[in-house]
């Protein structure tokens, strides 16, 4: 078991939403507030020691949830980039393990997330959540894979690392993440 207090949430924020079209996708109404903040409040009761978003082009305020913002500047590098800089603040806060998170994930729960922190078993960890058939975020590495995942660019070696690992099934539409307004439209309406 993985202790959250060792822990660093890395909350990715900083995709270009182009499949999502012109507007700020992180802020587009979802269930009463911005979709951004779905799962910024689901785990808000999860003792993190440091929660960290990395950013580009939002105007989600995630400083005000007590999030420590670092940009991102180079989105066209991908995912792995953004991993990468989320990682090296939590090297940088000491911590054991890391958390990754989707901004664009609003039905993740924290009883999920639990399971993933129970199952992690020390630096060597890799546990990522699944639909029953892939592998995706929520994913907890442990501080053995720190190195591996910065300075990264693209999206396939965290890809080929989650693949590595245990997977925690989560409850039917949890993961499901919003790349298009029609992926918002089918969640309102489900």
């Known amino acids: 078991m ?3 207090e060792d822990t660093a949430l890395v909350l990715l924020a900083a995709g270009a939403s182009r499949r999502f ?3 700020d996708k992180l802020i587009a109404p979802f269930d ?3 979709l951004g903040l779905h799962a910024v409040a689901a785990l808000a009761s999860i003792p993190f020691a440091i929660r960290i978003a990395v950013v580009s082009g939002t105007a989600l305020d995630l400083a005000a ?3 420590h913002c670092v940009p991102n500047h180079r989105q066209a590098d991908g995912l792995a980039h953004s991993i990468g800089l ?13 958390l990754i998170a989707l901004a664009d994930m609003p039905r993740i729960t924290a009883a999920h997330v639990g399971h993933l922190l129970a199952e992690a078993d020390g630096p060597d960890a890799v546990v990522a959540s699944s639909n ?3 592998a995706m975020p929520p994913v907890l590495f442990g501080r053995r894979h720190f190195d ?6 693209g999206d396939a070696g965290p890809r080929a690392l ?10 039917a539409g949890e993961l499901a993440d919003v790349d298009t307004p029609e992926d918002l439209a089918r969640l309102t309406y489900a």
């Open 162 to 171: 989650i693949r590595t690992g245990k997977s925690i099934i989560a409850a």
């Open 148 to 153: 591996a995942l910065s300075g990264r660019t």
């Open 32 to 34: 009463g507030k911005p």
């Open 86 to 98: 989320g990682v090296q603040a939590a090297r940088e806060a000491g911590v054991q393990a890391v």
């Open 21 to 23: 079209g012109a507007g």
């Open 65 to 67: 949830h007590g999030f």
């Open 2 to 4: 993985t202790r959250a």
């Open 132 to 134: 029953g058939e892939v």
